[in-house]
């Protein structure tokens, strides 16, 4: 061997190459952070913020009712806290359940929904308020079964306008089983009679139907004979029609038909831009019916103005902004059809609650989602929400993994 030849060590090579010292001979594992799901995460926050409105409102508008009735302002306020906190449960629970899970349960909740539906138009066990019987159960422990009819035809139609994406053109084998499984559920509820639940059903239906991608003439036939339809069953009941026709001129018989609207429009005319201040309200002290339900957005208008109101219809702007954003970025055909079905039910209802409260639709009875006292009506749109969040949390797990494998 020459003196010119250089000879290469395994020490020579780790002094030419200090960083080999330090680095170990298996490859360890690294860990990729999860992304932040921004949708989640405000989806989340609206609906924490919508029911915290909530919670305060109903404690204002009902404190007086709940006085008169009850013997304390409290009483009302106690029984919307243990709602809201049965809602967060189901919302918890419906978040961190897979979304997918879900399909085996939408022929049953179906099955459920008619059977409850039939046994609240029993006389005895159906309870009656103001005419209407739509609840089962004692004291306060009441639920509606239409709100969990909202829940089961959102899941029958995603789950089977899924299952058969590749036929939309068949209306046989699509729209015509979702319409007549709507029909049934239409047809029990119009019976209690409760016509503003049967237009948010309708909502729910016609929002699918179209994203699921249901040929438009037949979508428009269905539509035209829905609005007619509607039309006739309102003709029908001399109320129903008196309040279609007094909803255009509630002051005309303000002292009659035009009543409840007339002191919601003065309700909200009283707040003007900044309100009268909150608890100060003159409509709840037996001025405005259902103070605290129905015409809770009456309220919000009178105690914190129009700001307040904007605030609040800004949230169910942005709630359906990222209700579509979720269903665009859904993993699958299931799940963007049920972030549809959730959209559309939770968006439609908050439009027909207000459009009742500000006089560009008729008093249908519906309450404004999260805000409005309720019982089974606040937990099945949470536990709604909890299928949206659900979809949300698994389309950013599809986004984490398909930018792994890129």
């Known amino acids: 061997m020459t003196s010119g030849t250089r000879v290469s060590t395994p020490a020579a090579s780790r002094a030419r190459h200090p960083s080999s010292r330090s680095a170990p001979k298996r490859r360890a594992k690294t860990s990729i952070p999860r992304p932040t799901n921004g949708t989640f995460v405000a989806l ?111 899941l029958f139609s995603a789950d089977l306008l899924a299952k058969r994406s590749n036929r939309m053109g068949d209306t046989r084998s699509t729209l015509r089983p979702v319409l007549a499984v709507f029909g049934v559920l239409a047809v029990l509820i119009m019976k209690q009679p409760d016509m503003g639940t049967t237009m948010a059903l309708a909502c729910i239906v016609l929002a699918i139907l179209f994203v699921a991608g249901t040929p438009l003439p037949s979508l428009a036939k269905v539509a035209a004979f829905g609005l007619t339809a509607a039309v006739v069953l309102a003709r029908l009941e001399p109320y129903r029609w008196a309040r279609i026709v007094s909803f255009r001129k509630p002051f005309a018989d303000a002292s009659n038909t035009g009543y409840q609207l007339a002191q919601s429009l003065v309700g909200l005319g009283s707040g003007h831009i900044f309100g009268v201040g909150l608890g100060a309200s003159r409509a709840k002290w037996g001025y405005l019916p259902h103070a605290h339900t129905d015409f809770i957005f009456a309220v919000i208008g009178d105690e914190l103005g129009l700001i307040g109101t904007i605030l609040v219809v800004s949230l169910f702007v942005a709630f359906a902004f990222l209700g579509v954003r979720t269903a665009v970025r859904a993993p699958d055909r299931f799940g963007m059809l049920v972030a549809t079905g959730v959209t559309a039910s939770i968006c439609g209802q908050a439009f027909i609650n207000i459009g009742a409260v500000i ?48």
């Open 44 to 154: 989340l926050a609206l609906v924490v913020v919508l029911n915290v409105i909530g919670v305060v409102m109903v404690l204002s508008a009902s404190s007086v009712a709940a006085l008169r009735d009850y013997g304390s302002s409290w009483v009302i306020f106690e029984k919307q806290l243990m709602w809201v906190l049965a809602g967060s449960a189901a919302l918890f629970v419906g978040s961190r359940t897979d979304y997918r899970r879900w399909r085996k349960f939408a022929l049953p909740l179906i099955v459920v929904s008619v059977a409850l539906l039939l046994l609240v138009l029993v006389p005895g066990v159906g309870i009656n308020v103001y005419g209407s019987s739509r609840w089962l159960g004692a004291g306060s422990f009441r639920m509606q079964p239409s709100e969990l009819a909202k829940l089961a035809i959102l």
């Open 359 to 406: 006089g560009i639709l008729p008093v249908t009875g519906v309450p404004l989602p999260f805000v409005s006292f309720g019982g089974s009506s606040l937990v099945i749109a949470m536990a709604a929400t909890g299928l949206l969040l659900s979809v949300a949390r698994q389309g950013r797990v599809a986004s984490a993994t398909s930018s792994r494998a890129g």
